[in-house]
């Protein structure tokens, strides 16, 4: 499913975890490694950082010289209003954001966010230049063809306003069971590849965003790339990224020879 040169996709969202001290020097020891690791000086990987709205800035400038990409855990979908507490889509690619993470469960479940809500924020992201991070997932273990189905549904439903006018280069959609999510351990390597690749087909067939990557997340952390090889394309990373070690350790995992051949 993955071209044999295809950049991996790794993305870190920090959720709520660090407060804005935590998270600076999380960002200056992970910049520090993105100036040194091969899979990123070498454009192998794409690396997307998603911390929180109140350290973007800070987090832009941590980065800055680096390969790495900083995007932002939610927008709105309307770019100019009377929307109290809103983030505005064009704000956020005027301080340098790239991506934007989009549906995630947490905001589906805690906030209520509905398919047509997230269907505006997938607009709102690109019209405003950003790359959609969009999460993706069944509520309730199922075997993969049924799961698949569901997210294709979700899928369907967030891309129906992708125009084919739309200047869209790619996006991203992150593969996460709700049932895995913050669990002791992913699902299993076979289930991940399956769904993931009856993704892939259905993105490859779409008219606008044939180029979209699927990546996986859902207690996701080292050893699981090894594992699932290039049968996706890269990893969403949570809580296992939180210790700049271990996401040294996945970095590394991208350069492994069954990766590479694709």
């Given at each position: 499913?993955?071209?044999?040169?295809?950049?991996?996709?790794?993305?870190?969202?920090?959720?709520?975890?660090?407060?804005?001290?935590?998270?600076i020097?999380?960002?200056?020891?992970?910049?520090?490694?993105?100036?040194?690791?091969?899979?990123?000086?070498?454009?192998?990987?794409?690396?997307?950082?998603?911390?929180?709205?109140?350290?973007?800035?800070?987090?832009?400038?941590?980065?800055?010289?680096?390969?790495?990409?900083?995007?932002?855990?939610?927008?709105?979908?309307?770019?100019?209003?009377?929307?109290?507490?809103?983030?505005s889509?064009?704000?956020?690619?005027?301080i340098?954001?790239?991506?934007?993470?989009?549906?995630?469960?947490?905001?589906?479940?805690?906030?209520?966010?509905?398919?047509?809500?997230?269907?505006?924020?997938?607009?709102?992201?690109?019209?405003?230049?950003?790359?959609?991070?969009?999460?993706?997932?069944?509520?309730?273990?199922?075997?993969?063809?049924?799961?698949?189905?569901?997210?294709?549904?979700?899928?369907?439903s967030?891309?129906d306003?992708?125009?084919?006018e739309?200047?869209?280069?790619?996006?991203?959609?992150?593969?996460?069971?709700?049932?895995?999510?913050?669990?002791?351990?992913?699902?299993?390597?076979?289930?991940?590849?399956?769904?993931?690749?009856?993704?892939?087909?259905?993105?490859?067939?779409?008219?606008?965003?044939?180029?979209?990557?699927v990546?996986y997340?859902?207690?996701?952390?080292?050893?699981l790339?090894?594992?699932?090889?290039?049968?996706?394309d890269?990893?969403?990373?949570?809580?296992?990224?939180?210790?700049?070690?271990?996401?040294?350790?996945?970095?590394?995992?991208?350069?492994?020879?069954?990766?590479?051949?694709?």
């Amino acid at each position: 499913m993955t071209a044999t040169l295809a950049p991996t996709v790794i993305g870190v969202s920090l959720k709520m975890y660090f407060d804005h001290v935590q998270t600076i020097a999380w960002a200056t020891q992970v910049a520090d490694i993105a100036r040194r690791h091969e899979a990123i000086l070498s454009g192998c990987v794409e690396l997307v950082v998603l911390p929180s709205f109140t350290t973007l800035t800070s987090v832009v400038d941590a980065f800055e010289g680096t390969a790495v990409s900083v995007g932002a855990q939610d927008l709105f979908w309307s770019d100019r209003g009377a929307f109290t507490g809103e983030v505005s889509g064009v704000d956020l690619a005027a301080i340098g954001c790239r991506f934007v993470e989009i549906g995630h469960a947490e905001r589906r479940r805690i906030f209520s966010e509905t398919d047509e809500m997230v269907a505006g924020k997938v607009a709102a992201a690109l019209r405003n230049g950003l790359t959609p991070v969009l999460c993706v997932g069944e509520t309730s273990r199922m075997n993969a063809t049924l799961a698949a189905a569901a997210c294709i549904d979700q899928l369907r439903s967030a891309l129906d306003v992708v125009e084919a006018e739309t200047d869209i280069e790619s996006i991203v959609v992150a593969y996460e069971p709700e049932w895995a999510i913050g669990a002791d351990a992913a699902a299993s390597p076979a289930h991940i590849a399956e769904v993931c690749a009856r993704m892939s087909e259905w993105l490859l067939a779409h008219p606008i965003v044939s180029t979209g990557r699927v990546i996986y997340g859902g207690s996701a952390g080292p050893g699981l790339l090894t594992q699932l090889g290039a049968s996706v394309d890269g990893l969403f990373l949570g809580r296992y990224a939180h210790d700049p070690r271990s996401l040294h350790l996945v970095l590394d995992e991208t350069l492994q020879p069954q990766r590479r051949a694709g």
